[in-house]
């Protein structure tokens, strides 16, 4: 069992930048991808970034692409999403999950981006 917690959400102006936080309090979570996915009102949950275990393989999302990026402290058992050049349509809770297929999941952080 992992237990996720996010952090770092808020409300920023367009352009904005922001870094969330995930932490996770079992020592098995260094051996997990850990995935960040997003979903906006009205609208499915969706991938928005992922790491490998080690940190040495990463993935995003077409639309987040050059502007996030994710990273990993297995020391500190905590991955984050810096958050760059945010746009409104950003605006979503944003979760992370552990695992492929994801098994474990946080409660979620809320992120408003308004133009």
């Known amino acids: 069992q992992v237990q996720l917690v996010e952090s770092g959400g808020g409300m920023v102006q367009a352009g904005g930048s922001l870094r969330l936080s995930c932490a996770a309090s079992?020592?098995?979570?260094?051996?997990?991808?850990i995935g960040w996915f997003r979903q906006a009102p009205g609208k499915e949950r969706e991938f928005v970034a992922d790491?490998?275990?080690?940190?040495?393989?990463?993935k995003y999302a077409d639309s987040v692409k050059g502007r996030f990026t994710i990273s990993r402290d297995n020391a500190k058992n905590t991955v984050y999403l810096q958050m760059n050049s945010l746009k409104p349509e950003d605006t979503a809770v944003y979760y992370c999950a552990a695992d492929t297929p994801p098994r474990y999941w946080g409660q979620g952080t809320q992120v408003t981006v308004s133009s």
């Open positions: 790491i490998s275990w080690g940190g040495r393989r990463t």
């Open positions: 079992s020592r098995t979570f260094s051996s997990y991808t």
